[in-house]
């Protein structure tokens, strides 16, 4: 693998940091979280960027790239908290359309979703009291073409509000892990489906309930009926380094932020960052950080790559930044002492973020299973 990002990777990291704080840095998710709602208002600046045409294959008017690409254009926007569905369309929706999609399908979606014109996002869980893949899907009966019904709640759906269509996951056959699976394309407005939102910590990117009770023709099965666990689980996979990235961005932007702190606040006539304890707190932060960074991109060469060992490294990803980064977002408040506990201060948002997604698509403690797993089935 190639350990350093392209010119052209560097660029689109430059490019979309330059056009947040253009726009006020943290404002957007500033305006988001007090009811704003800012999410058409980004989503039109960042398609006049290409951001969503970036994982949408060449021949439908995107960018053909994959996911080392994404991540470090998430890695920007996470430095920000960017509101809107861009991890969603961009990791999970493009990319399962174009590997399961017939051409009428692609047709309909991806130049749309190159352009801007469509959001999509993905609904996967059906009790959020379960774990994947157990949790897979609503319930699903129909014929072998894929025609029939889905009934019954998809919950934890990211960002449903503000987005034009998904993929959803129904459980047309009882089988183990993820398979028995049946995915659709979606549609929120769409008669038989009604849209929540769920009281989520983080409140830049909201989670909703999907009440649905509706009949799908055949046309509208995306890849094989009953056959859909294996692309769920890889778009999964690719959720999880999206997240990853924008952690790494918020983790990196923590750390600056506490650098620049303790190199301004003094106390006993002397910088606080000169004290051993808040000294040897902000490099842990900065290691913490940069070790999920390797990790994070690490997995995103090796999803690309088609590598064997991208299990592995997703799960190790996962399980090191949700740990690892939510215990540098805290650190950062307590290096900014009572300032970085105020509603003022940015901190709360990162750490907020962190817990919110700490277990969404898995636990760390089981990505550490899946990774003794992966280890014991060589």
């Not at 002397?270 to 390797?294: E, L, N, Y």
């Not at 300032?339 to 089981?366: S, V």
Request: contains cysteine; hydrophobic residues 40%; negative net charge.
């Amino acid at each position: 693998m190639r350990a350093k990002l392209t010119d052209e990777q560097e660029r689109i990291q430059e490019t979309a940091k330059d056009f947040l704080e253009a726009n006020g840095g943290i404002e957007f998710a500033r305006r988001e979280m007090e009811g704003e709602d800012v999410v058409d208002e980004v989503w039109a600046e960042i398609s006049d960027l290409d951001y969503p045409a970036v994982t949408v294959p060449f021949d439908h008017g995107g960018l053909g790239e994959g996911m080392v690409y994404l991540s470090a254009l998430l890695e920007a926007t996470g430095r920000y908290a960017m509101p809107g569905p861009l991890p969603e369309t961009a990791a999970v929706g493009a990319p399962l359309i174009a590997e399961l999609g017939d051409e009428d399908q692609k047709d309909e979606y991806l130049p749309a979703v190159a352009d801007g014109d469509v959001r999509l996002s993905l609904g996967g869980y059906n009790d959020r009291n379960e774990a994947l893949p157990a949790a897979v899907g609503a319930d699903g009966e129909g014929t072998e073409d894929g025609s029939g019904t889905v009934s019954g709640t998809e919950t934890l759906v990211p960002s449903a509000g503000p987005v034009d269509g998904g993929v959803v996951a129904a459980r047309t056959r009882r089988t183990g892990g993820h398979d028995g699976g049946t995915l659709r394309p979606g549609d929120p407005t769409a008669a038989g489906v009604s849209v929540n939102a769920l009281d989520s910590l983080d409140r830049t990117r909201p989670l909703y309930d999907l009440e649905l009770d509706l009949t799908v023709p055949a046309e509208r099965v995306l890849g094989p009926v009953h056959g859909g666990g294996d692309a769920l689980r890889r778009a999964a996979d690719r959720f999880i380094i999206a997240s990853c990235a924008m952690l790494v961005g918020a983790a990196d932007r923590a750390v600056d932020m506490s650098a620049e702190y303790t190199s301004e606040r003094t106390q006993y006539g002397q910088p606080i960052g000169k004290f051993q304890a808040v000294k040897h707190r902000t490099a842990d932060m900065w290691i913490d950080m940069q070790s999920a960074r390797s990790l994070t991109y690490y997995a995103a060469w090796a999803v690309d790559a088609d590598d064997p060992d991208a299990t592995r490294a997703v799960s190790a990803a996962k399980s090191y930044a949700a740990d690892r980064l939510h215990r540098a977002f805290g650190d950062d408040m307590w290096n900014h002492g009572g300032t970085g506990f105020t509603w003022d201060h940015d901190a709360h948002i990162y750490l907020k973020q962190a817990k919110a997604w700490r277990n969404f698509l898995g636990t760390p403690e089981e990505h550490r299973d899946r990774l003794i797993e992966a280890r014991l089935s060589e």
